[in-house]
């Protein structure tokens, strides 16, 4: 399946931003989706993914600020994100995956260019 974040770009600390993930190519409802982001110099952080057969998990830094969302007629997947602060500026990346826990880069098997997010102080 083919990826396309959409939806990144400039804000201010304690605003909110919706990032969309277009998918093509594959059959979307037997997928679930996840959120990873990579600061310059980190390594690649799980942000959130969807649960079988329903339900989502998120990384501890969420703290309830960030929502997965689907619209399987769009083909599409949202994160809604909150009271964002600078240490959300990251490069934001959707995957796809068939099996494996959600946390698990390596259980994606397709992955976004990614949207760039950043955060003003």
């Known amino acids: 399946v083919q990826l396309a974040e959409s939806g990144g770009g400039l804000v201010q600390a304690g605003d909110s931003l919706r990032l969309s993930c277009a998918a093509s190519?594959?059959?979307?409802?037997?997928?679930?989706m996840g959120w990873f982001r990579q600061a310059p110099g980190k390594e690649r952080e799980f942000v959130g993914g969807e649960l079988w057969p329903d339900g989502t998990f998120y990384g501890d830094f969420v703290k309830d600020r960030f929502i997965i969302s689907r619209d399987n007629a769009k083909n599409t997947v949202y994160l809604q994100m909150s009271r964002l602060k600078p240490e959300d500026t990251a490069i934001y990346y959707c995957a796809a995956r068939l099996g494996g826990m959600p946390n698990r880069v390596d259980a994606y098997s397709d992955w976004g260019q990614g949207t760039q997010v950043t955060v003003s102080s």
């Open positions: 190519g594959g059959t979307f409802r037997s997928y679930r």
